[in-house]
């Protein structure tokens, strides 16, 4: 499982000129899945997210999670996290999630955050989406499963 996390000012995603979902202060997190996740993973990893303190405290330090900011989450489903470039010039997706799976785990980890975090906005899985979004920092952090997990 892949978490990009992206600390943001403000985030939304649209599908067909509607927006899905849109937040303000908190992080846009692009979640991607393969078929070797689990809950147990997912669980972590949305600890880990929820937890993650990357918000400045009144010294400038990242100290601050997002319940102590009362940040809010947009999670975005990009099964592209596990492209796979090691050959040619077109990405293979192979390492991907089956859909079905994908999109079962993707809704896990929404409910997941939902029972850590006040507002939760998310995308349509599945759905080509315009995502946008305002980086504060920038700070992007990438959480993959293989790491954590060890």
Same mark, same amino acid.
């Given at each position: !499982?892949?978490? *990009?996390?992206?600390? *943001?000012?403000?985030?939304? *995603?649209?599908?067909?000129? @509607?927006?899905?979902?849109?937040?303000? +202060? =908190?992080? &846009?997190?692009? $979640?991607?899945?393969?078929?070797?996740?689990?809950?147990?993973i997912a669980d972590k990893m949305v600890k880990k997210l929820c937890n993650m303190r990357i918000f400045d405290d009144? @010294?400038? +330090?990242?100290?601050?999670? &997002?319940?102590? #900011?009362?940040? %809010? &989450? &947009?999670?975005?489903?990009?099964?592209?996290?596990?492209?796979? /470039? +090691?050959?040619?010039?077109?990405?293979?997706?192979?390492?991907?999630?089956?859909?079905?799976?994908?999109?079962? !785990?993707?809704?896990? $980890?929404?409910?997941? /955050?939902?029972? %850590?975090?006040?507002? #939760?906005?998310? =995308? #349509?899985?599945?759905?080509? !989406?315009? *995502?946008?979004?305002?980086?504060? =920092?920038?700070?992007?952090? $990438?959480?993959?499963?293989?790491?954590?997990?060890?």
């Amino acid at each position: !499982m892949r978490f *990009v996390i992206q600390r *943001v000012t403000e985030a939304a *995603v649209r599908v067909d000129e @509607e927006t899905a979902g849109s937040i303000g +202060k =908190g992080f &846009l997190v692009l $979640i991607g899945v393969s078929d070797s996740d689990t809950k147990e993973i997912a669980d972590k990893m949305v600890k880990k997210l929820c937890n993650m303190r990357i918000f400045d405290d009144s @010294e400038g +330090k990242t100290n601050l999670a &997002l319940k102590d #900011v009362e940040g %809010e &989450l &947009l999670l975005v489903s990009q099964f592209t996290l596990y492209a796979d /470039c +090691k050959k040619g010039n077109r990405p293979s997706f192979t390492k991907a999630g089956a859909p079905d799976f994908a999109e079962e !785990m993707y809704e896990y $980890i929404i409910a997941q /955050c939902k029972s %850590e975090i006040p507002v #939760v906005e998310q =995308g #349509v899985f599945g759905a080509h !989406m315009e *995502v946008s979004l305002v980086n504060d =920092g920038p700070f992007t952090v $990438i959480l993959d499963s293989d790491e954590i997990m060890k």
